[in-house]
């Protein structure tokens, strides 16, 4: 678990770096019970309203573990950093906008990306097989992208699918807007899927955006991307037990 913050400065992160913090999380009460006085009254609220007993244990060690980390930069305790949200719902350090980050879980698995200066989006699923993958294609895929997956082997439409769904939600999600946004206004090149063919008219051109896949060494076939408004020199990779 991640306790009070060794104060990593601001400055740790390189301009055109990203840290990734990894993890699976414990979802046992004792995990709740550590993380619950990290919360904010906002949280606590948000949490208390969660009936399953699953979802809620989740959302408390999710966003308690998003202050541990947070505090390792900041230099401060998890449970006095001032954590607020943007119009859309994106949250935000209100003390440090500076700083960037974004988390995504999917089951147990937790990423959470760190950077400065930037927008920042990153996404993980669990690359599980569907039967609505055509479905979901036609209605969140732009024609190019859609083309391209059907035309691919049936043995591989699966791992395709979640490649392009995790970095068209990383975009959204850096944006701060979310999927209303529309996924099929964010259309990645399937000659090359570091880069977007056409995104929507306020965020710029597609050569500012930058789209990384991320690998995790946990042996679970998850898929994921980071997105964000500036170039990518380097990936660091933590795990939340170091």
Known sequence: MILVAKGVPLSSINGDNVDLWHGELAVVESAYQHYWPLLDATERTHAGKLANPLLRQRYVEVHGRLRGVLSRYLGQPPEQINIKKAPHGKPYLADYPGLAFNLSHTANNLMIAVAQNCQLGVD???????????????????????????????????????????????????????????????????????????????????????????????????????????????????????
Not at 146 to 151: D, E, K, L, S, V
Not at 173 to 201: E, Q, S, Y
Request: glycine share 6%; proline share 6%; with cysteine.
């Open 124 to 242: 993980i699923e669990h690359c599980k097989p569907r039967s609505n993958l055509a479905l979901l294609v036609g209605k969140c895929f732009a024609d190019v992208e859609a083309a391209y997956w059907h035309q691919l082997p049936e043995s591989e439409k699966t791992v395709a699918f979640y490649c392009f769904w995790t970095k068209k939600e990383a975009f959204v999600k850096a944006t701060g807007r979310g999927i209303a946004l529309g996924l099929k206004a964010c259309v990645i090149d399937p000659a090359n899927p570091g880069m977007f063919l056409n995104l929507p008219d306020d965020y710029g051109q597609t050569s500012a955006w930058r789209i990384a896949d991320i690998n995790l060494p946990c042996g679970q076939p998850l898929c994921g991307a980071l997105v964000r408004n500036k170039a990518i020199a380097n990936i660091n990779l933590f795990d939340f037990r170091d």
